[in-house]
């Protein structure tokens, strides 16, 4: 009886929510739930006498703030070092976006390509690599030392200054793509016509390109920024104790301490840091325009 | 006009030109850095695979062919690399249907809760992957389901899905709605319309979201570590050897999986190019 009415008012329902409805039942059930439970995980506390990692339910909001408190250094290392990466990042792809855009020609579709490419080869080989090249042994540091550039103590690994440079190096096609999609939609007569009202080539590109070009610069730098203020492998192959991020204490609350609802609440912290920024960013930035 | 500027050429100082000719080609010359930075590790990482560097693979010590022939040579190594294509390929198969499921949903239809579903669509990449990683860990945990190869797949699903959605969606905004109005109108019903014109339409799409989804989940450490438990997968590999020096043998894989990668780009912009110029 139930069934036949239910596929009764399934064959009522219009063809799009059940296109959507596997998907949604997916996201539903291994996306939301499982924040929904790390929030719920947040609030909890050591049993009394009972073993490392078992918590009960207790509603103490004041985790929060405890962990907050204690950790915030790091957060705000992660807010800062993945400002200066995207902000590294963008002043990079930039150029790199218009020149694929405006100056390639034929090789357009080639040194897109190549923009991608590096992607292929696992992000974790590529990191090494740059400790490596960055370390006492590889072809960076003895040049600098030997002309003085860099002192004898000075090291380019293990600084917060690696872990930037790593971030920056990790995400830039995440800049790159979305830029380069919205300089390529830009009609160059647009910049001819500003030429032609005799503006010279920095009031066409600040009057003119950049504005045109605004969808592809907020879109490049969330794309940067967020993976990048979640990141803790950067920091952990290239940085130092001292450089640590907000990720690194998430994941070893997780598996080392065994304290979850630290680990919970500040990756609730985290995630409502992000979207408030995020949201304030596009408000700012004024595009509705999302991805 | 170019004449004229040409036979002005000669009378101008050498430095004068050359400061000119740097700022006509300093967008090239930046752009010329820039791809050196983006493959300066690629070319490291590919210049390593061919070192005889014993177990840790940090300095040059000479050439060698070995760890191309031998490339299971280090321990453990293979049977990440065979856990990690075996995830991303279940991984790529469920998220490119239901993804492709969603895309056809939102990019067709106008229905009530549209804007939600993109919203759901964009939450899951507005959230850092150690969240994701950390939030599914606990929901396992909680259902006493041990992190593992299922879990580790289920994670990959739900990041994988929003790409898949994003890439198919851009594709079907992009088609001519004329060409399946024209099949309708040579009496083609709707299921024959979708199948012999949306769908090859859009396959191209499909197939670039279902690359990019197993290129996402090969190379995913953070929330593969979060819920794989014992299992390795290549990056967990290289995460945890990178402590004591990576074995060469994870070059090779890297830059194999590079050239691979690379060929079937290529490949599939020059059949994108041929079918263009048949049409």
């Given amino acids: 009886m139930i069934l036949m009415r239910m596929s009764k008012a399934l064959s009522k329902v219009k063809l799009p929510y059940l296109l959507l409805l ?17 929030a719920q995980t947040s609030t909890q506390t050591p049993i009394a006498g009972g073993d490392t990692g078992e918590y009960e339910q207790t509603l103490r909001f004041a985790n929060y703030i405890d962990a907050f408190i204690e950790n915030r250094e790091q957060f705000a290392r992660s807010f800062i070092f993945a400002i200066c990466a995207t902000l590294l990042a963008l002043a990079i792809a930039y150029p790199l976006a218009y020149a694929i855009a405006f100056k390639a020609g034929r090789f357009k579709n080639i040194l897109l390509v190549l923009i991608i490419a590096p992607f292929f080869t696992s992000f974790l080989l590529r990191t090494v690599a740059w400790k490596q090249i960055l370390g006492e042994e590889g072809f960076v540091v003895p040049p600098l030392r030997t002309f003085g ?16 440079i790593g971030m920056t ?16 939609r830009i009609d160059p007569r647009t910049m001819e016509a500003s030429g032609d009202l005799y503006a010279n ?34 920091a952990a192959i290239l940085g130092n104790p001292n450089s640590k991020m907000l990720g690194n ?23 409502a840091a992000i979207l408030i920024l995020v949201t304030l960013y596009i408000r700012k930035a004024g595009t509705e325009e999302l991805v | 006009m170019t004449k004229v500027k040409d036979a002005t050429i000669p009378t101008i100082p050498v430095q004068a030109r050359l400061s000119r000719w740097f700022g006509r080609n300093l967008i090239r010359i930046y752009a010329f850095f820039g791809f050196t930075y983006l493959f300066i590790p690629v070319a490291y990482t590919f210049a390593f695979s061919f070192n005889d560097s014993g177990k840790s693979n940090l300095i040059w010590k000479g050439f060698t ?24 390929l279940i991984a790529t198969i469920f998220s490119t249907i239901l993804g492709t499921m969603i895309a056809f949903a939102i990019g067709r239809y106008a229905f009530k809760g549209r804007s939600t579903s993109n919203l759901l669509i964009f939450l899951p990449m507005a959230t850092p992957e150690i969240v994701l990683g950390a939030s599914l860990l606990s929901l396992f945990l909680v259902f006493q389901i041990n992190p593992g190869f299922w879990p580790t797949v289920i994670a990959h699903v739900v990041f994988c899905v929003s790409f898949v959605v994003v890439t198919v969606k851009a594709r079907i905004a992009s088609l001519d709605p004329r060409l399946e109005q024209a099949a309708m109108d040579l009496y083609a019903n709707e299921f024959q319309t979708f199948r012999r014109v949306t769908l090859p339409l859009v396959a191209p799409g499909i197939a670039a979201a279902a690359l990019l989804a197993f290129s996402l989940s090969f190379d995913d450490f953070i929330i593969t570590n979060f819920n794989s438990g014992t299992l390795t997968t290549f990056p967990k590999f290289v995460y945890v050897s990178a402590a004591r020096g990576i074995p060469a043998q994870a070059n090779v894989i890297g830059s194999a999986m590079f050239f691979l990668a690379l060929a079937i780009v290529i490949a599939g912009q020059l059949i994108s190019k041929k079918t263009k110029v048949t049409k």
């Fill in chain 1, 22 to 38: 596997p998907g949604f039942l997916f996201l539903f059930t291994f996306f939301i739930l499982p924040i929904l439970n790390l």
């Fill in chain 1, 249 to 271: 204490v998430i994941e070893s609350r997780f598996f080392k301490i065994v304290d979850y609802p630290t680990a919970a609440a500040l990756s609730f912290t985290l995630m």
């Fill in chain 1, 169 to 184: 190096y990790n995400f830039l096609p995440f800049m790159t793509l979305p830029l380069y999609a919205s300089l390529e």
């Fill in chain 2, 65 to 88: 062919l070995k760890n191309w022939q031998n490339p299971c040579g280090a321990p453990e190594i293979c049977t990440a690399l065979g856990n990690s294509i075996k995830i991303g």
């Fill in chain 1, 201 to 234: 080539g920095i009031t066409t590109f600040r009057r003119v390109t950049l504005p045109l070009s605004m969808p592809g610069v907020v879109a490049g730098t969330l794309l940067t920024f967020i993976p990048a203020a979640g990141d803790y492998v950067n």
């Fill in chain 1, 149 to 164: 550039i860099i002192g004898e103590s000075t090291t380019l690994t293990s600084t917060s200054f690696a872990v930037v």
